[in-house]
C-alpha cells in the first residue's frame, strides 16, 4: 500500500463529527448521543465528537433553519478546513417536516449549506445515523480524491 | 560518533511509531474499560495523516512556527536521550518546546485557547519540579546528570521508590489524563471546545500529536532508566505505569487547577525529602 492509498484510507477512517442542533427538538440530538454510547459506539469507525469546528470533517445538522440560526450554521460550515462533508439528520433537516410552512423557517438546511447525506426519520435511529455517517466517510475520502484531483490540474 | 547518530536516527523515526501505537492502546483499553468496542488499534495515525492532509487554515503565522519548534523540541529531547546526553539538559529543551506550544496558543485571540493556555502553563508549573526533583534525586544517588553514567547504576528504582511514584504523576499530567485533563478536554468533553489545541488545526494539530508521541516516549524512557541493569524489564515497568495512567485516567473525575497545584507540589516536596533522607541514612 502507497502513501497515497493509505492517506485515502485514513480520510475514511477518522472522520471526526461535528454537532449542530439548529433549532431542532432535541429528539435527533439525543439520538446522535445514542451513538456513542457503549450500545452503538461510533467510535469503533473512529468517529470522535469535536465541539471545533477547525477540527471537523463532518458536520452533523440536526433541526430546521430559520432566519436567526442561518448564519450561524453558515458560519460554522466556512470555518470548516476542506474536505468536509455535510449530514442532515432527521426530517426537519432534510426538508423542514413538521415546521414546513411555520412563518419563521427557512425549511431543510439544504437552503443553506449543500448537504451530502440525508439521514430520514422522526427522530432518525442510531443505526440509520451511524449508516449515514458511514457514508458521509466514504464522500469525505472521494472528495479528498477529487481535490488531489483539482491541485494536479491547477499545476 | 557515527553510531551516536545512527543510534539518533532511529529513535527518532522509532520513538513516534511506539507513541501512536500506545496511544491507539490507550484508546482501546479506555472502550474496553468503558464497555465499548473500540476504535482500531492503529487509530492515532489515521488520525494523524488525515490532520497532515488537510486543508491548512491559520489564525496567524507564530502558529505554525510555534508547532514546528514544539515538534523539533520534542524530537531533539527524544534523539539526546537515546545518544545518553545530560538529563537537566533534555528537561530544559522539553520545556522550551512546551513554551512553545503555550506561547502560539496565546497568540491568538480565542478566549478558549487563552484558557487552556493559562492551564497548560499551571499544568507546567505542577509537572516541572517534579522533574528537576527526579533529576537532584538520581544526582544524590549517581552524583551525575549525565545518562551514560545514571545508566551504569543498574537498580535505581530500589533507590528511589518514590521519585518512580512521582514519575508516574508527571506521566498522568503530561498525557493530561484524569484527574489532572485540565487545560485540552481530552475524551470528547467540551467545555473548553479543545482547550489549548482550540486553534491549532489541520497539519499543525498533526504536528502537536507527533510531538505528544514523543514526549510521551520520553517519559516512559524516564521511567525504564530505572531499571537500566535490564532495559527489558525497565520498558516493562514503564509500560506497567502507562497502563495504570489508564486505570486512573477511567475511575477519576477532573479536579479543579489549584487542587492540582496544591496536590502535586505536596506531593513531590514531601516525597523527594523522604526519599533524599533515605539515601542518605543507607550510606
Redesign the interface.
Known amino acids: 500500500m502507497g502513501l497515497k492509498e493509505f492517506v485515502e484510507k485514513s480520510f475514511k477512517k477518522s472522520p471526526w463529527v461535528l454537532h449542530y442542533n439548529c433549532s431542532s427538538c432535541n429528539g435527533c440530538d439525543i439520538e446522535i448521543l445514542a451513538c456513542m454510547t457503549p450500545l452503538y459506539d461510533m467510535e469503533r469507525f473512529g468517529m470522535v465528537n469535536v465541539g471545533n469546528p477547525k477540527h471537523a470533517d463532518i458536520l452533523v445538522v440536526t433541526g430546521t433553519v430559520n432566519h436567526k440560526n442561518k448564519e450561524v450554521l453558515k458560519n460554522i460550515y466556512d470555518q470548516m478546513p476542506e474536505p468536509k462533508v455535510v449530514v442532515a439528520v432527521g426530517v426537519c433537516a432534510a426538508t423542514g417536516g413538521i415546521f414546513r410552512e411555520a412563518y419563521n423557517v427557512l425549511g431543510g438546511i439544504d437552503k443553506v449549506i449543500p448537504v451530502d447525506v440525508y439521514v430520514p426519520g422522526c427522530p432518525a435511529k442510531p443505526e440509520a445515523i451511524i449508516d449515514g455517517l458511514y457514508k458521509a466517510a466514504e464522500i469525505l475520502k472521494e472528495k479528498y480524491e477529487k481535490m488531489g484531483k483539482a491541485e494536479e490540474v491547477l499545476k | 560518533m557515527i553510531k551516536e547518530i545512527g543510534i539518533f536516527v532511529v529513535a527518532v523515526i522509532l520513538a513516534p511509531l511506539i507513541g501512536g501505537f500506545l496511544s491507539g492502546i490507550d484508546?482501546k483499553l479506555t472502550?474496553f474499560i468503558?464497555?465499548?468496542?473500540?476504535?482500531?488499534i492503529w487509530?492515532p495515525?489515521?488520525?494523524v495523516?488525515?490532520l497532515l492532509?488537510?486543508?491548512?487554515?491559520l489564525v496567524n503565522d507564530f502558529q505554525v512556527f510555534s508547532a514546528y519548534m514544539y515538534l523539533l523540541s520534542a524530537i531533539l529531547s527524544v534523539g539526546l536521550f537515546a545518544i545518553k546526553a545530560d538529563l537537566l539538559m533534555i528537561l530544559f529543551i522539553m520545556s522550551v518546546g512546551l513554551v512553545f506550544y503555550i506561547a502560539g496558543a496565546l497568540s491568538t485571540k480565542s478566549p478558549y485557547s487563552q484558557v487552556g493556555a493559562q492551564r497548560e502553563l499551571m499544568q507546567m508549573l505542577a509537572y516541572e519540579p517534579m522533574l528537576i526533583f527526579f533529576a537532584i534525586a538520581v544526582y544524590n544517588v549517581t552524583g551525575s546528570f549525565n545518562l551514560a553514567q545514571i545508566m551504569t547504576h543498574g537498580k535505581l528504582l530500589l533507590d528511589l521508590p518514590l521519585m518512580f511514584i512521582l514519575l508516574g504523576l508527571v506521566l498522568t499530567i503530561k498525557l493530561k489524563k484524569s484527574p489532572f485533563d485540565l487545560s485540552a478536554?481530552e475524551h470528547?468533553h467540551?467545555e473548553l471546545?479543545?482547550g489549548i489545541?482550540?486553534?491549532y488545526?489541520?497539519p499543525y494539530?498533526a504536528l502537536i500529536h507527533i510531538a505528544d508521541w514523543y514526549e510521551l516516549v520520553l517519559i516512559l524512557a524516564m521511567i525504564a532508566i530505572l531499571w537500566s541493569q535490564n532495559l527489558v524489564i525497565g520498558a516493562l515497568i514503564a509500560l506497567a505505569t502507562f497502563f495504570v495512567d489508564i486505570v486512573i485516567d477511567n475511575i477519576t473525575a477532573r479536579m479543579t487547577v489549584k487542587w492540582m497545584l496544591a496536590f502535586s507540589w505536596s506531593i513531590s516536596i514531601l516525597f523527594t525529602i523522604v526519599n533524599i533522607a533515605y539515601i542518605y541514612f543507607r550510606r
Do not use: M
Open positions: 484508546r472502550a468503558q464497555g465499548r468496542y473500540g476504535p482500531p487509530q495515525f489515521y488520525d495523516i488525515k492532509y488537510k486543508q491548512r487554515l478536554s470528547a467540551q471546545v479543545r489545541l482550540t486553534d488545526s489541520g494539530l
